[in-house]
Structures are given as C-alpha cells and as structure tokens.
C-alpha cells in the first residue's frame, strides 16, 4: 500500500468510498463540525449543506433564468425525461453567468475539495423552474466519470423546501 504525505493510503477511489473511511476521517485533523458531517455522510452519501447563497445572488440568477425559459431557446433534456409541463433546461451556464457563478460556489467546492482530495472541476448544470416529479430513479448511469467515483452532483434549492413542495428524494447509503 502507497502512503501520502498525511501517512494516509492513496487509493484509486475516493477515500470516503473505502471501508476504512471512518478510520481515515478519524486521522484527519479538521474541525470538529466538518468531522461530524463527514461521518453523515460516509453512512448516508449524502449531505446537506444551508445557506450557500445570499437572498440577493438566488434572486439575480432566478432572473437570469427566467430569460432563458422566456426566450425559447435553450438546450433541454429528450422529453421522455420530462415529467411535467416544467422545461428541464441543459447547460444553462453556458447563457448565464449567474448560474454559473452558482457552479462556483467557495463553499460547496470547499467540501468537495475536502472529500475528494482534488481541485473540483463544475461540468454541466441542469435547471429546472418547477419540482421534475420524476419518480425515485438512480443518476448513477448519468454520473459516469473517469476515474470511477469522481462525480459528485449538487442540487440546488432556491426556495424553502419542504416534504410537501416536491423536494428532492434521497435513498440514505445505509439502507441500500
């Protein structure tokens, strides 16, 4: 086994992916809160994270998106991807800067940074004006990257979500 500069195992996976994650998070010297997120999110593989976004950068993107739907021309998923009249609209980045800027966000890339032990490198977006209610499905067929296990996706909300508005659904690691 090759060790790094932390004497902790490189591996070909992410560390958090390995059984010995937790004894790996438990050598690193972070902060107490992130240690504790972490740990949520080895046994769940998942995490949420709050208050990403200023009240004033969600409405100047929700604007800039609203440009992109009104004007018709945009790239959008095939339709047997759409499960309402909502357009699932494809690399709005590319017609935005504010959406694009969301991409970038210190914080998010800060934990991905952190898990991934590499710079994180944003590819691609897809919005949405509306909840999809696309039923429960896996995005892992979607999520193919090179090496395996080094995409992560972020979602997004830019309205308070709850159990009743349609919120994202996530199956928890732990009960797969």
């Known amino acids: 086994m090759i060790f790094n500069k932390n004497n902790l195992p490189e591996m070909k996976d992410p560390w958090f992916e390995s059984e010995f994650a937790i004894p790996i998070l438990n050598k690193k010297k972070i902060k107490h809160k992130l240690?504790?997120?972490?740990?949520?999110?080895?046994?769940?593989?998942?995490?949420?994270?709050?208050?990403?976004?200023s009240q004033k950068i969600i409405n100047e993107t929700l604007k800039d998106f609203k440009k992109i739907v009104n004007s018709k021309s945009f790239k959008k998923n095939p339709d047997y991807f759409h499960y309402n009249e909502s357009p699932r609209v494809i690399e709005g980045w590319r017609k935005s800067k504010k959406i694009k800027n969301i991409c970038?966000?210190?914080?998010?890339?800060?934990?991905?940074?952190?898990f991934y032990n590499k710079k994180p490198q944003p590819i691609s977006t897809i919005n949405f004006t509306l909840g999809t209610e696309q039923p429960l499905h896996s995005d892992y067929i979607h999520f193919g990257s090179c090496p395996e296990k080094f995409l992560a996706g972020v979602w997004v909300a830019f309205e308070k979500v709850d159990k009743?508005?349609?919120?994202?659904?996530?199956?928890?690691?732990?009960?797969k």
């Open 164 to 175: 009743d508005n349609g919120p994202l659904q996530i199956v928890p690691k732990k009960n």
């Open 104 to 114: 970038f966000n210190k914080k998010i890339l800060k934990y991905l940074s952190f």
């Open 35 to 53: 240690k504790k997120e972490a740990k949520f999110f080895i046994e769940n593989g998942y995490l949420i994270i709050k208050n990403c976004f």
